[in-house]
């Protein structure tokens, strides 16, 4: 059984970019959900998905968006960085839904200059 | 909105001296409550949560509705249980609310 990972560990982009990240649930798993941690702050949830589906959003906007796969693996892409989306961003996977176990990733640490 | 406070960023600890670590959440409807951890270097992982009502490593959390508090509670602390702990709330089954966190230092 692997775990959660997350590609890639870090990377640096500057204002305007676009980025997108990756995540590979745990095996067995059909539901992630995609988290940005701010220095010193806990994990503020961005948005999941369900067997490809988006199944529940917060309060980020629509340049924050994201793909399921049919593996369950997915990506989130931000549009139109800002200096604010400076950040780690993590994924979770669980066998169903954000009530069950949540299995965590490393993490990607984004910075925008 | 839904919301968890966490007042303490950090807790100091002497080893084998009893923990707290507060939580208190606003909501209205009933509400599932969590604690995760994160060891140094380590991913974060869930602790326990109150529909188990299990106790994982010495720890414990009661859900008081009345007071809307979930705090966490270990009555012998162990050097191992220094680690950044969150709580956190979910309504549904789509998306999970944490608080900020609270940094547990257990002192020799």
């Known amino acids: 059984e692997t775990g959660v990972t997350q590609s890639p560990t870090h990377l640096i982009k500057t204002r305007g970019q676009q980025v997108t990240l990756r995540c590979s649930s745990q095996s067995g798993h059909n539901t992630v959900s995609w988290y940005q941690q701010a220095l010193g702050q806990g ?10 589906e988006e199944n529940g959003r917060g309060n980020f906007p629509p340049r924050f ?6 593996n ?8 139109a960085l800002e200096l604010d989306d400076s950040a780690l961003y993590l994924c979770a996977s ?20 | ?9 950090l807790l100091s600890v002497f080893k084998g001296a009893p923990v707290e670590l507060k939580c208190n959440y606003s909501y209205s409807g009933s509400p599932e409550l969590f604690w995760y951890v994160q060891y140094s270097r380590q991913r974060l992982q869930l602790l326990l ?5 299990e106790s994982i490593k010495g720890f414990t959390a009661d859900l ?4 809307t508090s979930f705090h966490l509670k270990k009555p012998f602390a162990q050097e191992e249980d ?17 608080g900020k966190g609270t940094r547990l230092h257990i002192l020799p």
Request: glycine share 6%; charged share 25%.
């Open chain 2, 82 to 98: 220094s680690a950044m702990y969150y709580c956190a709330l979910s309504e549904r089954d789509d998306k999970i609310i944490f």
């Open chain 1, 65 to 70: 968006s994201g793909l399921q796969f049919p």
């Open chain 1, 72 to 79: 369950y693996s997915s990506e989130l892409n931000v549009n």
């Open chain 2, 64 to 67: 008081n509705k009345g007071e």
């Open chain 1, 94 to 113: 669980s066998f169903r839904l954000a009530t069950d176990t949540q299995y965590f990733g490393p993490g990607t640490r984004l910075t925008v200059l």
């Open chain 2, 49 to 53: 949560r109150h529909i188990s009502r």
């Open chain 2, 1 to 9: 909105a839904q919301r968890v406070t966490q007042p303490e960023k």
């Open chain 1, 43 to 52: 994990p503020q949830f961005i948005f999941q998905y369900y067997r490809e």
